[in-house]
């Protein structure tokens, strides 16, 4: 069964949300630099919630600007809701 959330009310600027550069147009989505540790190598790991909808033409390798700092998508990951989480690497 599909979500029927309205996902915009998260995606509100003065909330939790800030503008990528998506393909050359402002996108909100909610931006993570979260701390990881894979296989004992620490560092921060990049990634962007946004509407699908908002990034559906995005593919592995493509570009993104977030907060003056560039990324390229690393991977996708769809969530079947209308979510999308991009998970990004510095450019």
Do not use: H, W
């Not at 939790?16 to 296989?39: E, H, K, M, R, S």
């Not at 560092?43 to 600007?65: F, M």
Request: contains cysteine; aromatic residues 6%; glycine residues 8%.
């Amino acid at each position: 069964m599909a979500m029927l959330e309205n996902i915009s009310a998260f995606m509100q600027l003065n909330d939790f949300a800030v503008i990528a550069t998506v393909a050359g147009l402002p996108v909100p989505v909610i931006f993570d630099a979260a701390y990881a540790d894979p296989f004992g190598v620490a560092g921060t790991e990049p990634r962007a919630t946004c509407a699908s909808a908002d990034v559906s033409t995005l593919v592995q390798g493509s570009p993104i600007t977030i907060g003056g700092k560039a990324y390229t998508v690393r991977d996708k990951q769809p969530d079947g809701t209308g979510v999308t989480v991009l998970l990004l690497e510095a450019a």
